[in-house]
């Protein structure tokens, strides 16, 4: 019933006059995805799933019964360590580690480009603007624009294949790094 | 409440008038303040600063005083503990005699012996001694590092606050920035003592090539765009500053050197002693020389209720060692002039030790600390503790006016009031004033 209310439906799109309230929901307040989610969301784009310690690979963290499993990604983007039963454990706050590793992390690289994940299967496609709209259907479930398109395609120019997975794995990458991926808008 | 700040928000006295009305109507006089006046107190309040940076070892757990810098030769032996004192450098100021390195640059520190506040609880404490306000365990107020990040912000590639190798903690972190948020928290550093340390995703690999890192933020730009729709939300605009904050320092070799503690000789790394604690002060150094604001260096293990003189036996040394080094060097490099030295834990320990465990309990009446740097002037000893070592009978020094002191070197008001995100107003510091007398 509450997936139906008119507050659950409310757009995160903000008006001149609303834009700063913060406590009435005249929109919905977009806000980053909780840790487990945005890592399960960066497993399920890549197609690699993320392996815990101790648990079956594909076992999703949003699955993971306890907090003490070791995860620098968990840990950064705020889980809660269910030391107290205090609300304020989990952070959803945004932090510079957290871009640092958005931007750099060695693990969602090797995401983005491992032989079995959802871009090299995206790659088989030649057809530059559909991988293209398969990139962002995975990421952030729509197409691309024509105007975000027009400012990617020169840089899809690539003469050989390995030069186009490689200008396909910075689109993967922008997209993972947009803040329409990582927030809940 | 009549409010005199000069900030542009309007504030309605308790006559109804604004302040507004009342300047123009001249009626000051009657409060025996002229506008001249007033504008002079203002400025005054903003104090020079002394310092660019400062560097907080923190000794969570809690340093025994009795067993350090505040020791009692003629106590009963219970009280007195297991070491003799020895002389310093400084003419009738005694140390322990575990602390010979220590005892050669009390020259350059200033001890204050008169720590004090009424909390024996770890987190509590260390959340108080770290923000300078009293709160509750969780942490209610911003950590003094967090408020000067805020006040400071980014100068160039570094971030402004650093912890090394992260924030205090117990069971949860501690000293954390509250409600100032993910922007002004610390940049965690992690343990430069580890074999090919590197900070966590700092560095990028030989193959991004110029053309690869253009090529990903041009494409970045063309797809991030949420922030054209949602306006005035303060996490979306705190990811745009760190993703390009973020990007800065992968790129800025001046980032990547700051935290390159291998640009350091490797008898220089010897001397500072190869632990976590004596490679983070060196790393700490670097840090500041490269234009970071304030670095805690996070030295816990001081909680030692058992078998004390066997632990302070392994600690001690190791403090002394590199504590002393790090002073030397801060000094011959001269950059002890520009950073302020704070050494702290968040209280002292018990005086009488327990018959049973051999260790001492929390006590939150009395500690010891040391400051130096930014025109401290070395050899100065403030305050005093009673013939047990259990109050303070001279000059007691309360975190607020530790806190006070941090922030007066760096040229921060900390009579100013912020803004939580919630509207309310909170001070900087509700209590407490500078120590003067270390730079007496």
């Known amino acids: 019933m509450s997936l139906t209310s008119r507050a659950y439906g409310l757009s995160s799109q903000t008006l001149t006059a609303n834009e700063s309230e913060t406590r009435f929901y005249s929109h919905y307040y977009a806000r980053r995805l909780p840790a487990e989610v945005l890592s399960d969301a960066i497993a399920s784009a890549t197609g690699v799933p993320t392996k815990f310690e101790g648990y079956p690979l594909g076992l999703r963290a949003i699955q993971l019964p306890d907090a003490q499993v070791g995860s620098y990604f968990l840990s950064l983007f705020g889980r809660s360590d269910r030391v107290t039963a205090c609300a304020c454990e989990r952070k959803g706050e945004v932090t510079l580690p957290q871009l640092l590793h958005l931007q750099n992390g060695d693990e969602i690289q090797r995401q983005i480009a491992a032989a079995d994940g959802r871009l090299s299967a995206v790659l088989k496609d030649a057809d530059d603007r559909a991988a293209t709209n398969a990139l962002f259907a995975l990421s952030i479930q729509r197409k691309a624009t024509d105007a975000e398109f027009a400012a990617i395609r020169p840089q899809l120019a690539a003469s050989t294949a390995q030069e186009r997975a490689a200008a396909f794995a910075d689109v993967f990458w922008a997209l993972l790094n947009t803040k329409e991926f990582a927030f809940n808008h | 409440m009549l409010d005199l700040s000069l900030s542009p928000t309007r504030h309605r006295l308790c006559s109804g008038l604004s302040r507004r009305d009342f300047l123009r109507v001249g009626a000051l006089a009657p409060l025996g303040l002229s506008l001249p006046q007033l504008l002079a107190a203002e400025k005054a309040a903003a104090t020079k600063a002394r310092a660019k940076s400062v560097i907080l070892v923190f000794l969570g757990g809690g340093l025994s005083h009795h067993d350090t810098f505040d020791p009692k030769p003629d106590a009963v032996e219970e009280i007195r503990g297991k070491y003799k004192s020895i002389a310093t450098k400084v003419p009738g100021l005694n140390v322990t005699e575990l602390l010979p390195n220590m005892a050669k640059v009390m020259d350059k520190v200033a001890l204050v012996r008169s ?24 942490g209610d107020h911003p950590a003094i590092g967090a408020v000067v990040a805020h006040e400071t912000g980014f100068s160039g590639a570094v ?8 924030n205090p903690s117990f069971t949860w972190e501690l000293g954390r920035s509250a409600w100032l948020g993910g922007r002004s928290e610390s940049f965690k550093c992690g343990n430069p003592n580890e074999k090919d340390f590197r900070v966590r995703d700092l560095s990028q690999p030989a193959s991004m090539t110029a ?3 253009d090529r990903r933020r041009t494409l970045l ?14 996490q979306i605009a705190t990811y745009d500053e760190f993703s390009q904050k973020a990007a800065q320092m992968i790129l800025a070799p001046q980032a990547q050197a700051a935290f390159d503690i291998g640009k ?6 010897d001397e500072y002693g190869r632990s976590e604690f004596g490679q983070s002060l060196l790393m700490a150094r670097r840090l500041v020389e490269s234009g970071v604001r304030f670095v805690t260096v996070n030295y816990g293990g001081w909680d030692m209720h058992g078998k004390i003189f066997e632990s302070l036996g392994k600690k001690l040394p190791e403090f002394d060692q590199s504590f002393a080094r790090f002073i030397r060097d801060m000094d011959e490099r001269g950059t002890l002039k520009d950073t302020l030295v704070v050494c702290m834990g968040e209280f002292g320990r018990e005086p009488k030790i327990s018959k049973q465990t051999g260790g001492r309990g929390h006590w939150g009446r009395a500690a010891s600390m040391l400051f130096a740097g930014a025109g401290v002037r070395g050899g100065n000893v403030i305050g005093a503790t009673d013939k047990n070592g259990a109050y303070v009978t001279d000059r007691p020094v309360r975190p607020e006016d530790v ?7 760096l040229g921060i008001d900390a009579n100013r009031e912020l803004m939580t995100p919630e509207g309310r107003p909170s001070f900087i510091l509700t209590e407490g004033t500078p120590v003067r007398e270390l730079y007496a």
């Open chain 2, 211 to 213: 053309q690869v890192q």
């Open chain 2, 264 to 269: 350091e000789s490797e008898k220089l790394r």
């Open chain 2, 403 to 409: 806190a006070w002191t941090i922030y007066d070197a």
């Open chain 2, 159 to 166: 971030p402004p606050y650093v912890a090394i190798p992260k």
């Open chain 2, 115 to 138: 720590g004090s506040h009424e909390n024996d609880h770890h987190e509590t404490a260390t959340n108080w001694v770290l923000s300078g306000r009293f709160g509750s365990l969780f």
């Open chain 2, 221 to 234: 730009q063309a797809v991030d765009s949420l922030q054209a729709q949602v306006h005035a939300n303060d």
